[in-house]
Nanobody, 124 residues
Framework: QAQLVESGGGLVEAGNSLRLSCRGS????????MGWFRRAPGKEREFVAA????????RYGDSVEGRFTISRDYGGSTVNLQMNDLKSSDTAVYYC?????????????????WGQGTQVTVSS
């Protein structure tokens, strides 16, 4: 059974950094685009970042561009999200997802597998 498991969330002060990781198991995700989404309390799910199957063409949401970096390990079943200069508005549950295709997709409809989420809380 395919699974995605996120780790690395926690409580951090504004201006600091966190690194999230997502590890796939049960099948290889090396041929799939991978992405991160988040949902803040009372808000809709928001696209954060995505990366294609070969690590190229990363894409970012407007609110995180220039602060967050997505990467994936060689072999492709682990994807990371380096989050720098965190703001209170980044507080959310962050979800890792594996796309149906190979591209770095921004729509949640393009994703088939989802993790359970990890909480990120940024205090101001």
């Amino acid at each position: 059974q395919a699974q995605l498991v996120e780790s690395g969330g926690g409580l951090v002060e504004a201006g600091n950094s966190l690194r999230l990781s997502c590890r796939g198991s049960g099948r290889m995700f090396s041929n799939n685009g991978m992405g991160w989404f988040r949902r803040a309390p009372g808000k809709e799910r928001e696209f954060v970042a995505a990366i294609s199957w070969n690590g190229g063409t990363p894409r970012y949401g407007d609110s995180v561009e220039g602060r967050f970096t997505i990467s994936r390990d060689y072999g492709g079943s682990t994807v990371n999200l380096q989050m720098n200069d965190l703001k209170s508005s980044d507080t959310a549950v962050y979800y890792c997802a594996a796309a149906r295709g190979a591209a770095a997709a921004t729509s949640p409809d393009a994703y088939r597998y989802w993790g359970q989420g990890t909480q990120v809380t940024v205090s101001s």
